[in-house]
Every structure is written in C-alpha cells, then in structure tokens.
C-alpha cells in the first residue's frame, strides 16, 4: 500500500532500521534514532542502486514522490540519476570554489600581508556588505558588467560615492587575479569606466590665511581645558603631524635634550612593508614645543602617553579631542580640523617662507621622489628640516604678537 502522512508521522523507531514502502522503489527508511530519510532503490546496467532523496519533513511525501519520478523520468532515458547527482553536486563545488566570493577572500588572503590592517579590514568590510549578497555566489567567469553595475548603483544611491569607486577597483582586482590564475577570461570591471559619476575631492579644512592663522593661535593660547588637551592643541601647529600619531605619542620617543621626536614605523601611514621595513619619522623639535612639552612632562611623564584617556592611563587621549577642542572654541569642521594644520603649515613654509618642497614633504612623511624617481630618504634633509621647524615656530610666535609679517601671494592655494 502507498504511504499516508499520517503513517509517516506515526512511525516510531525501533532497534533497527524501518523501510516503509510507498511504490515505485520508493521507501522512507526509519533509524533506530528516529531520523527519516527518503531512498528509492532502483537497478541500472544489471545492478541494484539507491538514490537518497532528501530528509523527512523537510522533503515531504508530495516532493518525494516527484523526485521519484524525476529519477525514472531518467531511466527511461538511459540516464542514472545518481551519476547525475554527482555531477550536479561536482558543479555546484566548482561553482562555489570559482564563485566571486571565494576568488576575492583568496585574493584579499594574497595581499593582505602587504596592507595595513585596517586597511584590509576595510576592503573585506566593503566587499562582505556591499558586494557577496549579491554577486559573491556566481561563478566569476559568469559575471557580466550589468552585474556588477547593479552593486555599484545600490552603493552610489545611498549616497556613498566614493565607496562606489572603491568597490570598483576591489572587485576589479579580484577580477583580474581570477583571469591570471585562469579561473575568467577576461576583467569585466574594465567596461564599466565612466559609468559612475567623478567624485569631487574634499580636502580637510584648514586655514592658510597668515591673518587668520594668528586669530586661531591666540585662540588656542585661551583654551579653557586640561592640561594635556591644551599642550596637544598648541603642539598640533607647531609639529603638524597626523593627528593620530600625535594623539598616541609615547614619552619613549621623545629626547628633549636632543629636541627630538622619532615616531616609530608601526605608527606611520604606511603600508605592512613600510611598517616592517621603515625606520622611525623624525621629528626635529623647535625649542617652543620643547617647552611646551616640559610642562607637560610634569603631569603625564610618570605614564605611558603624552595625552592620556581621562577615563584610563591605558589608552591615549581618543581620536576626535582635538577637533572637540576647535570646536568649543568656534571653530567649525568646515573651517578647521586637527588633521588641517598639515596643510597651513605646507601652504605658508611654500608660499610665505619660501621652504623647498623636498624639505616640507620629508617633514610630512609624504612618500616624494627625486627628479631620478628614487624615493626620499626619510631621515634625508634632516639639518635643514630641524632649521625649517624652528623658523615655523618663530614665524607662529610673530603672527600671534600681532607682528609685520609677509602674506600669502596673490594666487596662493587655500
């Protein structure tokens, strides 16, 4: 007799295995743990087979039974269903080894070493939110450029431009290792230049006014706040370091009686390489910051960090104190930030003192060239980089005296 559901539902395991009949060789197999499973038993070139249909009530009586008959529907085509399985389930392996997830996690695998970790962090991030829901199960050789268009318009319409651009040049360059280890043919990411509009640069504000550089550093010299705070808003213009690298200064970098400040390379924006094979960035200090750092000495030179957390020793002051600081005294994020001081001391050292380049981009750690293309040294320029800080400094202490000083020319950069 063909099976009910209510059979089924009822049928209670025993000591060993139960095969209750439904016809057509098709059979619920019952375990001694009580798991149901749906096999059809059926022969192919003289010998007897069994095919495993799926998993009782997930496969209902209806569905096992037209697996049934899909499998004989084969048979009578002289096609064994279970050699047709194993080939579907070798497809769907190889389609789930060559997919675009699985190419672009064995990509970012390769190249990781050489990033930052946050760096890759933020790539796999991008990839993982913006990318796998939608295109990371399809074999990378089926990709089309429609497909990945549609991704990076879902990205451009919440308005993140520019991470549309970025997950752009990812999935390009995971692209481009499936093609060079032969699992595309060709970087479908290429026909798609020019299909999201340009991203208009934003650079962090700063001021670069001499005039109103010196309206801000007599406002810094009023701050109302602690200690360290105070010192890190006097020393960010006169050092103009990355704001993270001053934030997280330890005392062990710092030689006050050579006036000097060496960052170690792990802490510089640099790339893995760079961090494992630079030396520390030296920073020649001026005697004003030399003093300032003095005063700070007796506060928090008994710890780890110049600008401690205020909640713990443990941990540097956080990322955003000094911008909080600008703000309090009126200084908005699109009139000035801790990051913009980089940029009023590059503007003014060119266009009013007239630095060399070479000399203002060693002091920014900025990766230049030479004319021959080989890279600056980083302690390059080092004599003169320490007499370009202590002439900024100066130039500083006259712009807040109210001082005669010389102005930006007339077609300087902001």
């Known amino acids: 007799m063909a099976l009910t559901d209510l059979a089924i539902r009822n049928a209670k395991p025993a000591e060993k295995q139960q095969k209750l009949f439904d016809g057509g060789g098709l059979h619920l197999l019952v375990t001694p743990a009580g798991g149901k499973r749906w096999v059809l038993k059926y022969r192919f070139g003289g010998k007897e087979k069994s095919l495993a249909l799926g998993i009782y009530p997930s496969v209902t009586l209806v569905e096992a039974r037209k697996r049934r008959d899909e499998a004989r529907d084969k048979l009578a085509a002289g096609i064994d269903p279970s050699e047709t399985k194993k080939a579907e389930k070798r497809t769907q392996r190889l389609n789930a080894e060559n997919s675009f997830e699985a190419i672009a996690h064995e990509w970012h695998a390769k190249y990781a070493p050489t990033w930052s970790d946050g760096h890759g962090a933020r790539i796999l991030r ?3 939110v913006d990318a796998f829901p939608w295109i990371g199960s399809k074999p990378v050789a089926d990709l089309a450029p429609p497909d990945v268009l549609d991704v990076l318009r879902r990205v451009e319409k919440r308005g993140a431009l520019e991470t549309a651009h970025r997950l752009h040049a990812n999935i390009g360059q995971a692209c ?3 093609v060079a280890t032969g699992r595309a043919q060709r970087d479908v990411t290429a026909d798609l230049r020019g299909a999201l509009p340009p991203v208009q640069v934003e650079h962090m ?6 005039k109103q550089v010196a309206e801000l550093l007599r406002a810094i010299d009023g701050y109302q706040g602690t200690l360290p705070v105070n010192c890190a ?3 960010a213009p006169l050092l103009f370091q990355r704001p993270g690298e001053l934030r997280a200064a ?3 970098e710092f030689d006050l009686d050579a006036a000097t400040w060496e960052i170690p390379s792990d802490r510089m924006k640099r790339t893995k390489q760079g961090k494992a094979a630079g030396g520390a960035h030296i920073v020649p200090l001026p005697a004003q910051a030399v003093a300032i750092l003095r005063e700070l000495y007796a506060l928090t030179g008994n710890g780890r960090f110049l600008f401690p957390s205020v909640r713990t020793k443990n941990r540097p002051m956080s990322d955003n104190t000094v911008n909080a600081a600008l703000r309090r005294l009126g200084y908005d994020g699109n009139t000035m930030t801790g990051h913009g001081f980089r940029a009023t001391a ?8 007239g630095v060399p380049t070479a000399i203002i981009e060693a002091q920014l750690a900025h990766a230049v060239k030479d004319p021959l293309g080989r890279a600056y040294n980083r302690t390059a320029h080092l004599a003169q980089r320490r007499e370009m800080m202590q002439k900024w400094a100066d130039y ?3 712009l807040k005296t109210g001082a005669q000083v010389i102005q930006l020319n007339a077609g300087a950069r902001s």
């Open 126 to 128: 991008r990839l993982e």
């Open 176 to 178: 481009r290792y499936a």
């Open 205 to 210: 504000a700063s001021i670069t006014d001499p």
């Open 233 to 235: 808003l006097r020393l």
């Open 250 to 252: 330890e005392w062990t």
């Open 346 to 353: 590059r503007t003014i050292l060119d266009e009013v003192l």
């Open 396 to 398: 500083l202490d006259q």
